[in-house]
């Protein structure tokens, strides 16, 4: 009896030790300052024809908006609008947008996110347009309640550096320090720009 009752507690403290070794893996997986925040990556960027970096096919902020999502375990989530009537040529998208944001138009959005409130910290990327949030981020912006969310801006430029304060703070959201940098280094230098990105991260506790 002596014997299977000393079988049973080795085997008991054996599987302990496989189960908090597992959970001991999970979580130091994923660092200790991500553990538990849900992340939600939401950006705005546009291909084609950009300042300095000539014809593109993946936008400036795009590729900032991956390396976070990335770095973060985050989900991404594009802005993209419904009637896609912005130009490809750099010239007439500056005046497009130009008019947009006169007119403070809305431009409808695609799709709509169940799950936002889930969220507990999401990142908000965009490029700079004319000193501004582009139109379509702030639709983007009010069509959720980011009343008590952390929000950690961020936005490429090509020498204006960070647009879209006064927007940000209308939302009621915990606004994290912001993070700007110029689109060509975003999309010509990677290795710079992931080390940027990763600074910052880590100044906002990720
Ligand atoms: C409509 C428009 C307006 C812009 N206005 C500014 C500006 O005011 N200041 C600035 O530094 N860059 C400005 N830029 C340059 C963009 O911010 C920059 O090229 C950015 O990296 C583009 O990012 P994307 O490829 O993600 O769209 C503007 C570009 C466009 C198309």
């Known amino acids: 009896m002596k014997h299977i009752l000393l079988v ?5 403290i054996s599987a302990a030790g496989i189960v908090f070794a597992t959970q001991n893996k999970q979580t130091s997986n994923k660092g200790v300052a991500n553990m538990g925040k849900k992340v939600l990556v939401a950006y705005f960027s546009r291909t084609g024809e950009q300042y300095s970096v000539g014809n593109i096919t993946e ?9 976070i999502a990335d770095k973060t375990n985050g989900d ?11 130009p490809n040529g750099y010239d007439a998208l500056v005046e497009y947008a130009k008019k947009e944001k006169q007119a403070q138009l809305r431009p409808e959005i695609i799709g709509k996110l169940d799950n936002f409130d889930s969220y507990d910290t999401i990142f908000i990327g965009y490029p700079n347009w004319w000193a501004d949030l582009p139109m379509p981020v702030y ?25 879209g304060k006064q927007g940000l703070s209308k939302i009621g959201a915990n606004i994290l320090k912001d993070f700007a940098l110029y689109g060509h280094i975003a999309q010509n230098d990677r290795i710079q720009a992931d080390k940027q990105v990763s600074q910052w991260l880590e100044n906002i506790g990720f």
């Open 139 to 163: 639709t983007f912006l009010e069509s959720y309640d980011f009343t008590g969310k952390n929000v950690a801006p961020f936005c490429t430029h090509e020498g204006s550096g960070f647009a």
């Open 76 to 86: 991404l989530f594009e802005i993209k609008v419904k009637n896609d009537n912005y």
């Open 8 to 12: 049973i507690f080795v085997l008991f």
């Open 59 to 67: 936008g400036n902020t795009a590729i900032i908006a991956k390396m």
